[in-house]
C-alpha cells in the first residue's frame, strides 16, 4: 500500500462523511505581513493594532481572505486533488475574529454527491468549516467540485443535492464583528469620508488601479496557503496540460479584486460573507487584474446601530480597465476578460 | 461624486494644509523578515536582539529605512498620485527609533507652491512627519514633487519655495539612537573592525557585490510598504507608457544601496538623517545594482562620546561595478549607469 | 588597506583556526512564515503551536533546516566567498529545538587543510556551530569546500583530513526532540497514519509532487538566510560565468525536497541529524524539483520509547518525476537529472 496521498476520487465520498484535514496552522505576524506584501492591501482595521482597537477589536484582526485561503488550502489534499473544476462556492461566514496567534483547522463534511450523466466524474459538495485549536468556529462555507471516479465501472451513489442559500440573511452576519465604537472610526486614517449611509443600490465603482501578477508571487501566496493543488507549482507537467501554463490560485484573484476595492470601498473594512463566487476564465502570470463592484443590496442587522452591510458583486478582470464596467454581452455570456464574479457582504460604519 | 480617489492636483495644494494620510500600520516582526528576505541586509543591530540590547538598544529596532518606506508609502495617495516626477528629498531626520509592535501613521505639511511657466504643471513641498499611535514623532522629511494641474486655466498661487538645508547639521542628529555602550560592541559579530576613527573625509569604499532585482521582488516590497503608485504595479498600462516597463521604486533602489554597503561600512549601523537624494536613472526588472561611497564628512555629536556621524554619498549604479566609482563626466553629467546619488549621515561607534 | 571583505584564501586558514561570524540573527514568526511561503512545509509540529505543545515541546519548532539555513548563511563571508565547488557535508547534529525569538549565531573552527595537486586551490574542513545568545549550541556539521590560493608560490601546509563519519550513531540523535506524549498525536492532523513501524528498510517513496522554482523565490529565501554568496544574486556578473545564469543556493533544493517529501513522510517531523549530502548537478529558476526517498536505516534511541529514527536517502531531480526512482546508470554515474543525494537521519513516532 503506497503511503503517498493519491487523494480522494468520486466513490471515497459519501453522504455523511466527516473528513478532519491536516496540518493545523498558527497565524502569525509573518503571515500577515506577507499577506500585505502580496496584495498591498490597505483597510485600516487589519493593518493597524491602535486603529482596530480604538474601533473596539482587542487589535488588529487578520484579513479575512486569509483565514479563507488557509482553511481553504487544507481540504485540497483531501477534497481536490482530483478535482477536474471547481464549480462553486455557496453560504460563506465569518464567524469570529482570527487574531495572530490563533491555531486554525478544518474540517469538511459530505452534503452532496451527484454523479455526471458521463459515468467519468461526478459531483461533490462539501460544507467546509474553520476552526480555532479551542473549538470556536471561525468560518464555515459550502464548495462543490467536479471529481475523477477511479473506476467508471463503480455504481453511482443515489444523487443528493443540497439546497444552498443564493445569499447568507443579513441578519447572520456580524459574528465576526465587535460592536464598533463609531465614535472613534477616523475617517482620515481609514481612508475615505463614505460610510453605510452613502452607498446606493445600484451604484457602480470602477476600483480603477491594476495590479500584474508574477509566477513567483502566486506560487509564494499559495504555498503560504499550504494549499497543495499542483495545477499552480508544477511547470513541468502544466507545460504539457491544458492551458500550457501554471494556473493561478482563484482565490489569488479574489485577495487581488479585494485590495484594489480598497480604492472606491475604504471603510468596508470586514467580508461578513461569502454568497457566491465563480472564476469565469483562468488567469496566468503576466496578466494585469483590474476589479469594479457594484452595489446589490443594502441591509441593516437586527439589534446592530454600529455598522450596516452592503452586499456587492465584485467583478475581476485581466488585461481590461474597468471605467465601463465590463461584465456580460448581449447574449449573456461573460466578456472575454472577466476572470472572478464574486457576491459578498461587507460591513461598513453607520 | 466619484468614491474613488483620483489624487490631488496642483490647484488642490494650499500654504499650511495639513494632510493626514490613510492606513495606520502596525509594524511587526513580518515585516522585518521581509525587508531582510528583500535586500538581504546584516546590520547586526537590526537582525539580533541580543545584540541591539547589549549595545544600549531595548531590542532589536526596525531598519531605518523600511520606517521610511513605510511614512512615505502613506503619503503617495494624497501627494503623488498626480506627480509627474520626484524631484527631491531635503532635511530628512530619524528620531526615534522604532520596534516591532508600533504603529505607525504620517500627515504633511505644504510648505512650498510653484508653478511651472509652462502652466500646465506645478512643484509642491511638503513636510511629511511619521508618528506612533502616542504621538511620538519618529521621522521626518522634505520632498518636492512636480504635479500636474487639473485645469491649466487656474491662476497660478504666490509662488512660495521654501529654504532647504544642505544637509543636517550634526548636532541634530543622534535622536533615534540610543546612548551606547560600546565596551559591548562585538566587532566579530558586527563584521568588520572598522569605526568611526577609521573612517576619513575623501575616503572611497567600493562595495563590490551587486544585486538582480526581479518584478516579483519589487512589487512584493511596494506593496508592503502600501505604496499605491501605479507605474510600479501595472504592466498592461506601462507597457504603453514612456519606458514600457514598470518602474521600480526608487526607495528600492535606496534599500539595495544601503545593504550592499555593508560590506565596507559594517559598523555604520543607523541613519540618523537623510540629506538629500536624487534618482539620477531609472531601474527596471533584470538589471543589477552596485554601489559604493565617499566620505564627504566626519562629526562628532555634542555631548556624545559613544558614537560618531558620517555624512556619506552613495552612487548605486545599474549593469556596471563600482570598483572606479563611476559618477560623473567630463561634463559633470552623470554616467548613464548611475541610478542613484544619495546623500545621508550614519552613525558608528567611536 | 581596504575595508571590504574580500574573503578568505587557502592559505589564510591554519587547523585549530577559530572563525567567529558576523551577524547574529534574531529568528522571528516572520522567518517561518516565509519559509513555509518559499516551500509550502506541511509538517504539523513547525505548523502549530497548539499540536506542538501537546506533543511535548513547548510551541512550534522552528523547521530544522531554517536553522541549517541560517547558521550555513554565517559562515559564508569567512568560508566560502572564494571557493571554486562546496564539497561535502558530514556529521550534522540537532542539538537543541530553535524557537522564534531565539538569537543565532555560529563560530566555525578548521579541522583539515589538504592542498590539491595542481598548486592552485586546496580543500579546508570547518566544524561550524550554531549556537544561541546564552552559548546552548543548536546545531553542529562539519563542511568541506575547494578554496582558492591568493598565490599558487605560497607554501602547501602539512595536510591533514578528519576523519568523518558515514553517519551518526543513532544514539548520538534526538537531542532537539522532546520526549512526545504519543497518546495526543493526531494522525489526521499530522496528514498520514504512517509511523515508525510502518516503514521498512529498503522501501521506497515517490513523493509525486514537483515545484518549479523562479529567481525571485530562490533570491527572497538566500538573503533571508544572510548568505551573500555572490553566484545566487548577480546576473550581470553570472551571464559572463560558467552557466550563464545565476545558481540555485544548494540549501534551497534541500528544502524543496523536503517539503516535497511530506507527501509519503508526513510523520517524519524532525530531521535529527545530517549524515552527508551532495549536491550533483546544479538547479537554475524554471526547472521542476521532483524527489523520492530510500529508507536505509531504522534504528531505536537509547531510553527512548517515543520515538524511532529512520535514515533517509532524498533524491532530488530536475524536470524528471521520481516514480521510479531515478539514480544512477549502468556504470554508477548520476542520472542526469539527479541535483542532490542526501542522506540524514529523521524521527517519527513509535
Redesign the interface.
Known amino acids: 500500500m503506497?503511503?503517498?496521498?493519491q487523494g480522494n476520487f468520486f466513490e471515497d465520498f459519501s453522504i455523511g462523511q466527516v473528513i478532519?484535514?491536516?496540518?493545523?496552522?498558527?497565524v502569525?505576524?509573518?503571515?500577515?505581513?506577507?499577506y500585505?506584501?502580496?496584495?498591498?492591501s490597505?483597510?485600516?482595521v487589519q493593518?493597524?493594532?491602535?486603529?482596530a482597537y480604538a474601533a473596539g477589536y482587542s487589535k488588529?484582526p487578520v484579513d479575512d481572505l486569509l483565514v479563507f485561503h488557509i482553511v481553504f488550502g487544507k481540504t485540497v489534499?483531501d477534497i481536490s486533488l482530483n478535482a477536474v473544476a471547481n464549480l462553486g462556492y455557496a453560504g460563506g461566514r465569518f464567524l469570529s475574529p482570527v487574531y495572530?496567534?490563533d491555531?486554525l483547522?478544518a474540517v469538511s463534511e459530505v452534503i452532496g454527491l451527484k454523479e455526471n450523466s458521463n459515468g467519468k466524474t461526478g459531483v461533490v459538495y462539501v460544507r467546509s468549516t474553520g476552526y480555532r485549536?479551542d473549538g470556536t468556529e471561525v468560518l464555515d462555507y459550502v464548495r462543490w467540485v467536479m471529481v475523477r471516479k477511479r473506476d467508471e465501472a463503480s455504481p453511482a451513489p443515489d444523487p443528493i443535492v443540497p439546497v444552498l442559500p443564493d445569499a447568507i440573511e443579513a441578519d447572520a452576519l456580524g459574528d465576526a464583528c465587535p460592536i464598533l465604537d463609531n465614535g472613534e472610526w477616523d475617517y482620515?486614517?481609514?481612508?475615505?469620508p463614505?460610510r453605510f449611509s452613502?452607498y446606493e443600490v445600484g451604484e457602480r465603482?470602477?476600483?480603477?488601479?491594476?495590479?500584474?501578477v508574477?509566477?513567483?508571487?502566486h506560487?509564494?501566496?499559495?504555498?503560504?496557503y499550504?494549499n497543495?493543488a499542483?495545477v499552480h507549482?508544477?511547470?513541468?507537467?502544466e507545460g504539457q496540460g491544458r492551458f500550457g501554463r501554471?494556473l493561478i490560485y482563484g482565490g489569488h484573484v479574489i485577495s487581488l479584486a479585494r485590495a484594489l476595492s480598497f480604492?472606491?470601498?475604504?471603510n468596508a473594512f470586514h467580508i461578513a460573507a461569502i454568497n457566491g463566487g465563480r472564476h469565469v476564465a483562468p488567469l496566468f502570470a503576466?496578466d494585469?487584474v483590474y476589479a469594479w463592484s457594484g452595489v446589490r443590496e443594502k441591509a441593516e442587522i437586527e439589534g446592530r446601530t454600529d455598522v450596516g452591510a452592503l452586499r456587492l458583486r465584485t467583478i475581476a478582470t485581466k488585461?481590461r480597465?474597468c471605467a465601463d464596467h465590463p461584465l456580460t454581452d448581449y447574449d449573456g455570456k461573460y466578456e472575454p476578460e472577466v476572470i472572478l464574479d464574486f457576491d459578498y457582504w461587507v460591513l461598513l460604519p453607520r
Open positions: 503506497t503511503k503517498t496521498n478532519r484535514h491536516a496540518t493545523p496552522r498558527t502569525t505576524a509573518g503571515d500577515v505581513a506577507l500585505t506584501s502580496l496584495y498591498g490597505r483597510f485600516a493593518s493597524s493594532d491602535a486603529f488588529a489534499p495572530p496567534g491555531t483547522s485549536s482620515d486614517l481609514s481612508g475615505s463614505w452613502d465603482i470602477d476600483h480603477v488601479d491594476g495590479m500584474t508574477e509566477e513567483a508571487e506560487q509564494i501566496a499559495t504555498r503560504l499550504q497543495t499542483k507549482f508544477n511547470q513541468h507537467s501554471r480604492n472606491g470601498l475604504s503576466g494585469t488585461n480597465p
